[in-house]
C-alpha cells in the first residue's frame, strides 16, 4: 500500500460526523489529495469543513456522473459514509435512493477501477440483538433490523454478499459513536452533545424511562464509542488489504446511559442529577435496549490500539470541543 500522503482519497458524506472526522485523520497522516462528497443543504455542516485540507468538493448529485465520464480521475480509496442516518426517517423510497442505490453504484464503481472500497454500514442492522450482534456474514439472514434506516444499511450488506463482492471490501457496523463535529446532527446528535447543553441550562440531564421489567430506568446499555477511535479502526481496516468483509466498530464494551450521563455531569464538575421521562410512543417498540460489539475480528487484523475510556473520551469531547466551540482541526490531536 502507498503511503497516505501518496494517496487520493474520495471521502462521501465528508463535511458529515465521521466523515468529516476521516478528513481530519486522513490530514493528520498527511493526506490531502481528498475529493470531499457530501449535500451541505441549508444547515451549518459546512463549518467542519473549514480547518481540513483537501483538493476538491463534489455535491453528492453530480458525483456518479463525474465518476463515470471520468471527469474525477482515479482513487486508490474510496470512504463511502454519505447517507441518510436518521433512524427515525419514515420515507423508506428515500432511503432505497440514497443509501442502498447509491452505495450499489459506488461500490461497483470502486471495484472497476480498482478502488478500495469501505463503507458504513450500521449495528442498527442487528435489530434487537436477540440474533446476535457478531461480524460474522454467515449470519445476515437472520438478522432483523428493528427500523427502515437499519434495514437500509442491511439491504446492501445481503446485496454485497449475493453478488459475490463482500470478501473485496469493507463494511463497517458502526455502534454508538460520539464526538466532535456532530453540531447539525439536531435529533441525531448524541446524549453527551445534547445533554453538556442541559447540564449548562438546567443543571440536570433527562434520560428515557425503561419499558422492560429486566432493564431499569437509564441502565439500558450501548456500545458507545468515541469517534477518534472511531476512524483510527476504519482507516486501519483500509490500509489492511487483507482485511474484507464486516466488521464491528465499537469499544467491546456495554455501559449504562446513566454511565454516561455521569461523565457529562463530571466533566463539566457538576453535581449528577438525572430525570427520567416517558419515552415517545413513536419509537418504543424500535428502542435498542442493549448493544454490545463483538471486536475480535478487527483486532485480528492487527488493530493494537487502547480504546478511550468512556469518561476520558467524553471528558476530552466536553472541555476540548463543546464548550469552547470547536470542531476537528487537524492542527490539534
Same mark, same amino acid.
Given at each position: ?7 487520493? !482519497? ?24 481528498? !475529493? ?12 467542519? =469543513? ?5 483538493? +476538491? ?19 486508490? =480509496? !474510496? =470512504? ?10 419514515? @420515507?423508506?423510497? $428515500?432511503?432505497?435512493?440514497?443509501? $442502498? ?39 445476515? +439472514?437472520?438478522?432483523? %433490523?428493528?427500523?427502515? /434506516?437499519? $434495514? ?25 459513536? /460520539? ?33 422492560? %421489567? ?8 450501548? @456500545? ?62 424500535? /428502542? ?32 476540548? /470541543?463543546? !464548550?469552547? @466551540?470547536?470542531?476537528? +482541526?487537524?492542527?490539534?490531536?
Amino acid at each position: 500500500m502507498k503511503n497516505w500522503s501518496e494517496q487520493r !482519497v474520495l471521502v462521501t458524506g465528508g463535511a458529515g460526523f465521521i466523515g468529516s472526522a476521516l478528513v481530519w485523520a486522513l490530514n493528520r497522516r498527511g493526506c490531502e489529495n481528498i !475529493v470531499v462528497c457530501d449535500i451541505l443543504g441549508t444547515n451549518e455542516k459546512w463549518r467542519n =469543513l473549514t480547518s481540513l485540507r483537501f483538493a +476538491d468538493y463534489v455535491e453528492a448529485e453530480a458525483l456518479l456522473p463525474r465518476l463515470q465520464n471520468g471527469a474525477l480521475g482515479k482513487f486508490d =480509496l !474510496v =470512504l463511502h459514509l454519505g447517507a441518510c442516518s436518521a433512524t427515525t426517517e419514515k @420515507d423508506a423510497s $428515500y432511503l432505497i435512493r440514497n443509501n $442502498y442505490e447509491f452505495t450499489k453504484d459506488l461500490a461497483l464503481w470502486s471495484l472497476a477501477n480498482a478502488a478500495r472500497f469501505v463503507y458504513a454500514s450500521s449495528a442498527a442492522t442487528y435489530g434487537d440483538g436477540s440474533a446476535g450482534m457478531e461480524d460474522d456474514d454467515t449470519k445476515l +439472514d437472520t438478522l432483523r %433490523p428493528l427500523n427502515m /434506516y437499519g $434495514y437500509s444499511k442491511h439491504l446492501f450488506d445481503l446485496h454485497a454478499k449475493r453478488a459475490g463482492f463482500l470478501n473485496k471490501i469493507v463494511g463497517l457496523k458502526y455502534f454508538n459513536i /460520539y464526538g466532535p463535529n456532530e453540531d447539525h446532527k439536531s435529533d441525531m446528535r448524541s446524549l453527551v452533545h445534547k445533554s453538556t447543553a442541559q447540564v449548562q441550562a438546567e443543571k440536570l440531564i433527562r434520560l428515557f424511562k425503561s419499558y422492560r %421489567p429486566d432493564f431499569r430506568d437509564g441502565e439500558q446499555k450501548r @456500545d458507545f464509542l468515541y469517534v477518534k477511535d472511531c476512524v483510527a479502526m476504519t482507516l486501519h481496516l483500509a490500509a489492511t488489504p487483507k482485511a474484507n468483509g464486516l466488521f464491528n466498530i465499537g469499544g467491546g464494551e456495554a455501559r449504562t446511559w446513566i454511565d454516561l450521563a455521569n461523565a457529562v455531569f463530571a466533566a463539566l464538575n457538576e453535581k449528577p442529577k438525572i430525570e427520567f421521562i416517558e419515552m415517545p410512543e413513536t419509537i418504543r417498540d424500535k /428502542y435498542q435496549y442493549f448493544t454490545q460489539a463483538n471486536i475480535a475480528r478487527l483486532r485480528a487484523t492487527g488493530y493494537t490500539e487502547k480504546i478511550t475510556s468512556l469518561e476520558n473520551a467524553v471528558a476530552d469531547y466536553v472541555r476540548n /470541543y463543546l !464548550v469552547p @466551540d470547536k470542531r476537528l +482541526d487537524p492542527a490539534v490531536a
